[in-house]
């Protein structure tokens, strides 16, 4: 298992990490199987979307706020009830095919790691099986 370190820098964020996904898969020197990405952290999440246009990780965020309000009658004392209710939604794992030693992803497809309660140095463990 292979632990990628991310830093996010905001307090809500969408990050692109293909690009180190799949620099993952090279230096493994996996052709063809599966790829598996876990997020440990109750206050983010990972999710697949489009990364050609960067609107669309704007509006996701957008949404999820009108969604999930800041303020409300949570119980969770901490604070960050909010970020947890998102983290929940988005989901904390992916699974990716892997064929020619390359991600199998749509044209406009990104995998992106979703911060909720940032800034902070987070962790996505990923594992292909080959
Ligand atoms: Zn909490």
């Given at each position: 298992m292979t632990k990628l370190e991310v830093k996010t820098s905001s307090q809500t964020e969408f990050i692109d990490i293909t690009s180190r996904v799949q620099k993952e898969i090279q230096r493994l020197g996996i052709s063809d199987g599966v790829c598996y990405l876990f997020v440990p952290h109750t206050t983010a999440g990972i999710t697949i979307n489009e990364?050609?246009?960067?609107s669309v990780k704007t509006d996701i965020l957008m949404e999820l706020d009108k969604l999930i309000?800041?303020?409300?009658?949570?119980?969770?004392?901490?604070?960050n009830a909010p970020a947890h209710v998102k983290a929940s939604i988005i989901g904390c794992s992916e699974t990716v095919f892997v064929e020619q030693g390359k991600l199998v992803l749509g044209t406009w497809q990104g995998i992106f790691f979703c911060e909720?309660?940032?800034?902070r140095t987070r962790r996505v463990f990923l594992k292909i099986i080959s």
């Amino acid at each position: 298992m292979t632990k990628l370190e991310v830093k996010t820098s905001s307090q809500t964020e969408f990050i692109d990490i293909t690009s180190r996904v799949q620099k993952e898969i090279q230096r493994l020197g996996i052709s063809d199987g599966v790829c598996y990405l876990f997020v440990p952290h109750t206050t983010a999440g990972i999710t697949i979307n489009e990364n050609a246009d960067p609107s669309v990780k704007t509006d996701i965020l957008m949404e999820l706020d009108k969604l999930i309000p800041q303020d409300d009658t949570y119980k969770h004392l901490e604070g960050n009830a909010p970020a947890h209710v998102k983290a929940s939604i988005i989901g904390c794992s992916e699974t990716v095919f892997v064929e020619q030693g390359k991600l199998v992803l749509g044209t406009w497809q990104g995998i992106f790691f979703c911060e909720f309660d940032g800034p902070r140095t987070r962790r996505v463990f990923l594992k292909i099986i080959s």
